[in-house]
């Protein structure tokens, strides 16, 4: 199921990110993004905002190295009867050379399990609309949400509901402010 290679499923281990592991996870997640500029001050943005959760950062441990991260942050839902506190995940990243052995999935399908612990009801991302579907996200449009952005393509903002989620939870997502200080929101031409 595509997590061949030289780690078996077995041998990664998804558990939260020690504070203390900050420094090393920012430098994986600017190496996976191949050096992009913006992931390190968008990781430094988020982690110094409101929107931070420390059980809401996860790492992938593969033979006692970090191989992996994900973050969960929040942000607003601004459905018509009330806000709704809900999560967003960004970024994502496995150290290059890890990539596509199942690290990124684990990952992912292990940290929703933590998530389906927990009274926020959606996870909302922007991504490649070929990967995430897998993980059992859902197109947010279909389910009456409105991206935070024009620049979002439709087909890759996402939602994944989470079991307190209720049909009365539509509108707007509204991003936590420290995606818009360091730009990170959509696409720009
Ligand atoms: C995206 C990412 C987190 C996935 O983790 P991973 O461990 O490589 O992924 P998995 O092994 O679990 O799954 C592999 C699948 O991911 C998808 N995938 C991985 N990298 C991809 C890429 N660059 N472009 C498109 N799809 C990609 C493919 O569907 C792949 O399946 P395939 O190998 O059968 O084609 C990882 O590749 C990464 O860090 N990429 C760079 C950073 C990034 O783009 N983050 C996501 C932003 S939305």
């Given at each position: 199921m595509g997590s061949g290679g030289a780690h078996s499923e077995q041998s990664v281990i998804v558990r939260a990110m020690r504070p203390a592991e900050f420094d090393e996870v920012?430098?994986?997640?600017?190496?996976?993004?191949?050096g992009d500029p913006a992931i390190g001050p968008l990781l430094d943005a988020l982690r110094g905002s409101w929107a931070w959760e420390d059980d809401l950062s996860f790492v992938a441990e593969v033979d006692g190295s970090i191989a992996g991260h994900v973050l969960y942050t929040h942000a607003f839902l601004d459905a018509p009867e009330r806000i709704v506190d809900v999560l967003v995940l960004s970024p994502i990243g496995?150290?290059?050379g890890l990539q596509r052995r199942g690290i990124g999935g684990r990952l992912i399908e292990e940290s929703l399990r933590v998530l389906e612990r927990r009274s926020e009801p959606l996870v909302f991302l922007e991504g490649h609309p070929g990967y995430y579907p897998r993980f059992g996200f859902l197109r947010a449009g279909a389910l009456g949400f409105t991206a935070p952005s024009v620049r979002i393509p439709d087909a890759a903002f996402m939602v994944y509901p989470l079991p307190s989620y209720s049909s009365w939870m539509t509108g707007a997502l509204v991003y936590s402010d420290a995606f818009w200080r360091v730009d990170a929101v959509g696409l720009r031409e």
């Open positions: 920012r430098a994986l997640s600017v190496a996976a993004f191949g496995v150290r290059p």
